[in-house]
């Protein structure tokens, strides 16, 4: 941290742009994560500075970032609550002196309080997603969480209208305290003339039809049901063994569970888990259908990136999900926890690859349309400005 420390002191003793501090959990690959990375990379670096405070660690995951510019500070807490971490926080802002702390998800919350008594001018927090433990946005210990750290939060963020409904709602924020944003994805990133293989992969995808999925192999991201699914697809059409496969992108501890499931079925030779990937572009190039089994989500980076590589989307219909796949259009919609439904939705798809390829098509034009990298970074930067200027304007009266 020491290193870094020192650049962000350096930066702030010569330079006179304002520093945004972006907090989060860890700082490891994810779809949050890739969305920080995303807006730094793309505003303009004549705007703001920028920082990353892991409270956890930071891994090689900061290599995405472009600029050479930006500190990523790790604190190393340990789990649970971090009231010892504040004095170490309210010292770390008082040095750094952010105009901005922009905080993400439930568990780097807790920053809002330092921040307020280290008299940060603007203090932004976002919910990207729900965590398994809060599927639905029932729990009252959660709930009374974020009450308790509302007075010190300036803003919200949320990345879907059902985060948005959640805040307004039990949280108990006033609406105008928050806004709604959507991801942005970078569409030359994220593009195809036609299908590839992927380095790596056994399959062949002028021979075969490749079902996949990227994330972290999380119980809430639920690989487990798309796997269940895929063995209930070859069992409901033998005849989808020669053709059909299955590609799970991510690592983490459902993955070894996966593979158990597939072995068991002896679909063994019929799947491919070779772990986290840092080629996701050249993944998604090489898929027929991209599938999202999450129990939540928020706004999910990676059905943007499905979308703007023309894939038809198979998601649950859970968070942010139906914002963005349009039913029968640019995808199907499944329950969750539900791998029968995710088989035949599957099913649907491989009987029918005009309808697939159509709704690729359709998925790609949706993300020109409404979620270009250029928007999002725009809503992100206005909003900045906004509450900078009002809380300058405040301080004048």
Aim: glycine share 8%; proline share 6%.
């Amino acid at each position: 941290m020491s290193a870094d420390l020192s650049l962000a002191r350096a930066r702030d003793a010569a330079d006179a742009r304002p520093l945004v501090l972006h907090v989060m959990y860890r700082f490891d690959t994810g779809g949050l994560e890739n969305g920080v990375v995303n807006l730094i990379n793309h505003m303009p670096a004549d705007r703001y500075r920028h920082a990353i405070v892991a409270l956890t660690e930071v891994t090689d995951f900061r290599q995405r970032l472009q600029r050479d510019d930006v500190a990523c500070l790790a604190l190393n807490k340990p789990p649970g609550q971090g009231f010892w971490l504040y004095p170490k926080l309210y010292r770390l802002f008082r040095e750094l002196r952010p105009a901005i702390v922009h905080s993400r998800n439930l568990a780097a919350l807790e920053v809002q309080l330092p921040a307020w008594a280290a008299r940060v001018p603007v203090r932004i927090h976002g919910e990207h997603g729900r965590d398994v433990g809060d599927l639905d946005g029932r729990n009252r210990a959660y709930q009374r969480v974020r009450r308790f750290y509302k007075p010190f939060v300036s803003h919200y963020i949320a990345l879907s209208r059902d985060l948005g409904d959640y805040l307004t709602g039990p949280v108990g924020v006033p609406p105008a305290r928050v806004s709604q944003f959507v991801n942005g994805v970078d569409t030359q990133r994220f593009q195809r003339a036609s299908v590839e293989a992927i380095p790596g992969c056994p399959f062949d995808p002028a021979a075969h039809w490749l079902i996949g999925t990227v994330g972290r192999m999380a119980p809430v991201k639920d690989q487990l049901m798309l796997t269940r699914a895929f063995i209930a697809l070859i069992g409901q059409a033998p005849a989808l063994r020669a053709t059909a496969r299955l590609v799970l992108i991510g690592e983490g501890p459902l993955r070894a569970q996966c593979q158990a499931l597939l072995d068991e079925a002896g679909l063994t030779e019929l799947a491919w888990l070779p772990g986290e990937r840092t080629d996701v572009p050249a993944v998604m190039r090489g898929l027929h259908v991209f599938a999202l089994p999450s129990l939540a989500e928020g706004i999910s980076n990676t059905i943007l990136e499905a979308m703007a590589s023309g894939l038809p989307v198979v998601a649950t219909e859970v968070g942010g999900n139906a914002d963005l796949v349009t039913r029968d259009e640019s995808g199907l919609l499944v329950p969750a926890a539900a791998p029968e439904a995710m088989a035949a939705a599957l099913l649907a798809l491989a009987r029918d690859p005009a309808r697939a390829v159509a709704m690729g098509e359709a998925g790609r034009a949706r993300v020109e349309r409404d979620f270009s990298m250029r928007a999002m970074v725009a809503r992100y930067q206005g909003l900045y400005d906004t509450l900078r200027g009002h809380n300058a304007a405040s301080h004048k009266n």
